[in-house]
């Protein structure tokens, strides 16, 4: 059976949906950056093993990520999910998880990468928001994409309304695109493309719930 990690800052709401999607794999470890991120207790409350590795504690950003890599490489895990981890990665840490190291992203990426993209798409008026599973690449928020769901952007929304909308989809494309990793549905070719096993799950690859 495979094996997975999940880092996380902070909630680990999308860290619980992977947890009760009892996925083809075994959750090795959930390592956080933050000693007070709520997603600990919850890991712990489920006999999941948790590692702290506080991101203050080191001056440099590389000295971070080698002892965060240490840790993560002591499970040996086949994929390593970013569940709401709000650090961002050397190059070198990247490169080292090439096709390994998936991330959740709130928008319809290449829209709005960055922070505060809630917002940022309610500023533009966009009518079309969503949230978007993608293999890391150096480039920050810009890898290949696995699934992404797409909600409508309402008239009277608030970041706060819109933001609930896009997480109820993360919480079901996150397990699904997890699940197709480690039954080989989904995998990242040698081009850096992310391709399908059956046409049936390149289909599934858009989730576009009916406009309210
Ligand atoms: C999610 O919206 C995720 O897309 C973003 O940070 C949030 C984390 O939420 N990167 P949670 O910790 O999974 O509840």
């Keep these: 059976m495979k094996k997975i990690v999940i880092l996380i800052s902070g909630r680990g709401s999308n860290m619980q949906a992977l947890i009760d999607a009892k996925l083809p794999c075994r959750i090795a470890a959930v390592i956080s950056n933050r000693a007070d991120a709520p997603g600990l207790e919850i890991a712990k409350q489920h006999g999941i093993p948790t590692q702290l590795v506080a991101h203050k504690n080191y001056a440099e950003r590389a000295a971070f990520d080698t002892a965060l890599a240490g840790v993560i490489d002591s499970y040996q895990p086949d994929f390593v999910v970013l569940a709401g981890f709000m650090r961002i990665l050397t190059e070198q840490f990247v490169n080292r998880y090439r096709a390994r190291l998936v991330n959740i992203h709130p928008s319809l990426l290449p829209a ?14 966009v009518k079309i928001h969503g949230c978007t599973i993608h293999f890391v690449t150096p480039d920050l928020d810009h890898g290949p994409v696995i699934i992404q769901a797409a909600v409508p952007v309402l008239h009277d929304d608030t970041p706060q309304i819109l933001s609930a909308r896009v997480l109820q989809q993360e919480h079901i494309i996150y397990p699904r695109a997890i699940r197709w990793l480690c039954d080989g549905t989904a995998s990242l070719n040698a081009k850096g493309r992310v391709v399908f096993k059956g046409a049936e799950h390149a289909h599934a690859a858009l989730i576009a719930p009916a406009m309210e």
């Design 112 to 125: 709005y990468a960055g922070m505060n993209t809630h917002e940022r798409a309610l500023q533009d008026g």
